[in-house]
């Protein structure tokens, strides 16, 4: 479904992709793990073109793209491949949810606008804002926005949904509303890329889990084999921090 | 002292009739100059080739010179080259057969564009990047995230700047007095040294740019509050 080979990213002179190969499968939720400044947002984001890869090539759904010279298309045709849900929600601040939702599809896949209409109110009505259609993304707490964003994104019925850690900027008591939603739409069999630091959401909803470090996969695994027995000492260092509930060491 | 308090009346009435005058060369100018600063703010933003170095030299030129030596360029250097060209191709059009105000037009919104491209700028910069990269990320081509989530938002930062321009504009359209275009301000001086009451007329003329100035300002306050309802927050 989604196949990523050798992508190297540089700012200058400093490498912070330094050949990433990744496969993801058709329903498969990965879940991308790493501190901060390891990559994995840049990655997350090449995937898509929001930052361009210096070298690699970016395969998702048989469409290929040579990251050496990519044509405008491409890029266009690659970004309609997927959706992102952004850490800080960008929503169009100037269109209401319901507007939002719409967008996409009347725009970009031409969708009749009332049709547009109905699966954009369902889809809200899923993520649990059906009495918030025409509220501005101003009016709007954290977590709804970002349900919004997500609605946004499943709107477009795409390939592959990229999340950029969809709950970093949000007040604790609110990421559980969001999480919530995700996990019900990881159920669905959506392919899901997921950069996140919520370590028991990722081991929970994640099919895979990959740890990226300074711009290089370190390790990757199912959940339990990586949270229960990485073989990386980096790894283990990295998930020390994040012990489950319960567990002390002193 | 000793002034005609009726003949300010009588002045102020007179110069209803060049109102229209003035609010053409103000909005015409101001319309075009918005449509060439906004091509020059993008070509500018997105560093066109060659035209991202013309773009720059056009707007030093422009906010480097006074707007009443661009009107006075333009009333003479555009009719020889028209006529140049006329007698190159044969055509039988004739500088002379230009209205004056045309001269206004071209030279303001010239003047306009250079200013109003870095409010454009400034507008468009100011607009959260994250919005153009959701849109990207829908699937929106370049062209559909501009003018579909870029510009609307923004023409809201924009608009307090915009209305300022306008208003500079609205009393720098005096200048035209220079081409023999019979403005508010023109009719005002005819006035005045026809029946030798300056102050009268020009107290008269001040009375009527004040009022078209709080109508721009009235104006502003309405699209502002329309446009902005989706700033306001904290009401669902």
């Given at each position: 479904?989604?196949?990523?080979?050798?992508?190297?990213?540089?700012?200058?002179?400093?490498?912070?992709?330094?050949?990433?190969?990744?496969?993801?499968?058709?329903?498969?939720?990965?879940a991308?793990?790493?501190?901060?400044?390891?990559?994995?947002?840049?990655?997350?984001?090449c995937?898509?073109?929001?930052?361009?890869?210096?070298?690699?090539?970016?395969?998702?759904d048989?469409?290929?793209?040579?990251?050496?010279?990519?044509?405008?298309?491409?890029?266009?045709?690659?970004?309609?491949?997927?959706?992102?849900?952004?850490?800080?929600?960008?929503?169009?601040?100037?269109?209401?949810?319901?507007?939002?939702?719409m967008?996409?599809?009347?725009?970009?896949?031409?969708?009749?606008?009332?049709?547009?209409?109905?699966?954009?109110?369902?889809?809200?009505?899923?993520?649990?804002?059906?009495?918030?259609?025409?509220?501005?993304?101003?009016?709007?707490?954290?977590?709804?926005?970002?349900?919004?964003?997500?609605?946004?994104?499943?709107?477009?019925?795409?390939?592959?949904?990229?999340?950029?850690?969809?709950?970093?900027?949000?007040?604790?008591?609110?990421?559980?509303?969001?999480?919530s939603?995700?996990?019900?739409?990881?159920?669905?069999?959506?392919?899901?890329?997921?950069?996140?630091?919520?370590?028991?959401?990722?081991?929970?909803?994640?099919?895979?889990?990959?740890?990226?470090?300074?711009?290089?996969?370190?390790?990757?695994?199912?959940?339990?084999?990586?949270?229960?027995?990485?073989?990386?000492?980096?790894?283990?260092?990295?998930?020390?921090?994040?012990?489950?509930?319960?567990v002390?060491?002193? | 002292?000793?002034?005609?308090?009726?003949?300010?009346?009588?002045?102020?009435?007179?110069?209803?009739?060049?109102?229209?005058?003035?609010?053409?060369?103000?909005?015409?100018?101001?319309?075009?100059?918005?449509?060439?600063?906004?091509?020059?703010?993008?070509?500018?933003?997105?560093?066109?080739?060659?035209?991202?170095?013309?773009?720059?030299?056009?707007?030093?030129?422009?906010?480097g010179?006074?707007?009443?030596?661009?009107?006075?360029?333009?009333?003479?250097?555009?009719?020889?080259?028209?006529?140049?060209?006329?007698?190159?191709?044969?055509?039988?059009?004739?500088?002379?057969?230009?209205?004056?105000?045309?001269?206004?037009?071209?030279?303001?919104?010239?003047?306009?564009?250079?200013?109003?491209?870095?409010?454009v700028?400034?507008?468009?910069?100011?607009?959260?990047?994250?919005?153009?990269?959701?849109?990207?990320?829908?699937?929106?081509?370049?062209?559909?995230?501009?003018?579909?989530?870029?510009f609307?938002?923004?023409?809201?930062?924009?608009?307090?700047?915009?209305?300022n321009?306008?208003?500079?504009?609205?009393?720098g359209?005096?200048?035209?007095?220079?081409?023999?275009?019979?403005?508010?301000?023109?009719?005002?001086?005819?006035?005045?040294?026809?029946?030798?009451?300056?102050?009268?007329a020009?107290?008269?003329?001040?009375?009527?740019?004040?009022?078209?100035?709080?109508?721009?300002?009235?104006?502003?306050?309405?699209?502002?509050?329309?446009?902005?309802?989706?700033?306001?927050?904290?009401?669902?």
């Amino acid at each position: 479904m989604i196949k990523l080979t050798q992508i190297k990213k540089s700012y200058g002179r400093h490498q912070v992709l330094k050949g990433i190969d990744l496969t993801v499968e058709k329903g498969e939720v990965v879940a991308i793990l790493g501190p901060s400044g390891s990559g994995k947002t840049t990655l997350l984001r090449c995937m898509n073109y929001l930052e361009r890869p210096s070298e690699g090539e970016i395969t998702i759904d048989g469409f290929t793209v040579n990251c050496k010279r990519p044509s405008k298309s491409d890029i266009h045709s690659l970004r309609k491949q997927s959706a992102m849900v952004f850490q800080q929600y960008n929503l169009f601040r100037h269109k209401t949810a319901l507007e939002n939702v719409m967008e996409g599809l009347v725009v970009v896949q031409k969708v009749p606008k009332e049709q547009a209409r109905k699966r954009s109110i369902e889809l809200l009505e899923k993520v649990g804002l059906g009495s918030k259609l025409d509220a501005y993304p101003s009016q709007l707490s954290g977590g709804q926005q970002q349900r919004v964003g997500i609605a946004r994104a499943l709107a477009l019925n795409p390939k592959v949904i990229l999340f950029d850690e969809p709950t970093s900027s949000l007040d604790p008591e609110l990421v559980g509303e969001v999480l919530s939603v995700i996990r019900k739409i990881a159920r669905e069999g959506i392919t899901m890329i997921i950069v996140t630091h919520e370590m028991s959401f990722a081991q929970e909803v994640a099919g895979h889990v990959i740890f990226i470090d300074d711009g290089m996969i370190v390790e990757r695994g199912t959940p339990n084999e990586l949270f229960n027995s990485p073989k990386e000492e980096r790894t283990k260092q990295f998930l020390k921090r994040y012990t489950p509930d319960g567990v002390y060491s002193i | 002292m000793n002034i005609d308090l009726p003949f300010i009346w009588e002045s102020l009435v007179e110069l209803l009739t060049a109102i229209p005058t003035t609010l053409a060369i103000t909005a015409v100018s101001m319309l075009c100059g918005l449509a060439i600063g906004t091509v020059v703010a993008l070509i500018r933003m997105y560093k066109v080739p060659v035209l991202h170095s013309v773009a720059a030299s056009y707007v030093t030129f422009i906010r480097g010179t006074p707007m009443l030596t661009h009107l006075l360029l333009i009333y003479f250097g555009l009719p020889l080259i028209v006529d140049a060209l006329s007698a190159q191709f044969g055509w039988p059009f004739r500088s002379v057969n230009i209205p004056m105000i045309t001269f206004a037009y071209i030279s303001f919104s010239i003047t306009a564009g250079a200013y109003l491209s870095e409010v454009v700028r400034s507008g468009l910069q100011a607009v959260d990047k994250g919005q153009i990269e959701a849109a990207y990320s829908i699937g929106m081509t370049t062209r559909q995230a501009i003018s579909r989530i870029v510009f609307p938002q923004a023409f809201a930062i924009l608009l307090p700047s915009l209305s300022n321009s306008t208003i500079s504009m609205l009393h720098g359209s005096t200048l035209v007095f220079t081409v023999s275009v019979v403005d508010i301000n023109a009719k005002s001086q005819i006035i005045a040294s026809s029946n030798w009451k300056f102050f009268e007329a020009y107290i008269a003329a001040a009375a009527i740019y004040w009022g078209l100035t709080i109508l721009i300002e009235r104006l502003t306050a309405i699209v502002e509050k329309r446009i902005n309802i989706y700033n306001r927050g904290g009401v669902t």
